[in-house]
């Protein structure tokens, strides 16, 4: 399955942004999915997972109760609202399909993702 990242922006602290994940092939509703991001000098780390059905999300502490991961399997994508931005945001994120909505990652491949830089 190919995923193409997109709706990464630059944005100032405290505003929001939503990022979307768009899938080649509908096998796509089948799979845990999850966003990743990375920072410049640092690994990349998982920020939420979502089952394929939808029914059960994940969030790492950093992001809970300002992140909100979700999908649409009608449209073989997968989103990230992201309100209340803060610097330490600032990093490329990517999606990629999980073994469970806390990770491991699944997918041996990762697409270019997109760029969000959040100005203090």
């Known amino acids: 399955v190919r995923l193409v990242e997109s709706g990464g922006g630059l944005v100032q602290a405290g505003g929001s942004l939503r990022l979307s994940c768009a899938a080649s092939?509908?096998?796509?509703?089948?799979?845990?999915m999850g966003w990743y991001r990375q920072a410049p000098g640092k690994q990349r780390e998982l920020v939420a997972g979502?089952?394929?059905?939808?029914?059960?999300?994940n969030y790492e502490d950093f992001v809970k109760g300002r992140f909100t991961i979700s999908r649409d399997n009608d449209v073989n994508t997968m989103y990230l609202q992201m309100t209340n931005l803060k610097p330490e945001d600032t990093a490329v994120y990517y999606c990629?399909?999980?073994?469970?909505?806390?990770?491991?990652?699944?997918?041996?491949?990762w697409g270019q993702g997109t760029q969000v830089t959040v100005s203090s």
């Open positions: 979502i089952t394929g059905p939808g029914d059960r999300t």
């Open positions: 990629n399909s999980l073994w469970s909505v806390s990770g491991p990652v699944r997918g041996t491949s």
């Open positions: 092939d509908a096998t796509f509703r089948l799979d845990t």
